[in-house]
């Protein structure tokens, strides 16, 4: 076939792609598919598309618990042996750090007993109490 006729086989093929007004049909290409998906598109639940202690602390966060370890520190609020500073337990005992001083550099570790009053080196009284409902505390299986 002469070089001519492969060039005027050629001019046909190409002409009624540039006459027409839409020469490409874009919902064709498989790389611009997603443009055109009419689904809607999100992302997961966080609770779903979480697991282990992660998952156990943003559900427990739904249930109301807003410190599911009991980490929160625990403000002065009097502490004399009367009206004691009460210290959420989940077992016997627990121990827990006082800053006697607003300054001071470290802590005075203790350990609490529950429903038995402890004083520390500064004068402040500290007592074990079982926490309200322990068990949205307890860790299940399905967490870990």
Known sequence: MSLLRRGAILANRVAPMIQSR???????LPVLGFL?????V????PIEAAIGNTKMELMLEEMGVT?????????LNGGSKEDPMMVLM???KRMIGCQC????TYFNYMWVH????KRCECGYWFKGVEIPNP??????????
Do not use: M
Not at 36 to 40: A, G, V
Not at 101 to 104: A, S, T, V
Not at 137 to 143: C, I, P
């Open 22 to 28: 839409r020469g490409l049909e874009l919902s064709k």
């Open 36 to 40: 055109f998906d009419k689904r809607p």
């Open 42 to 45: 999100g992302l997961p639940d």
């Open 67 to 75: 410190d599911p370890f009991l980490e929160n520190p625990i403000y």
């Open 90 to 92: 989940l077992t016997d």
């Open 101 to 104: 001083e607003p300054d001071q």
């Open 114 to 117: 529950k429903d038995e009053c």
């Open 135 to 144: 068990q949205l505390y307890v860790v299940d299986k399905a967490f870990t």
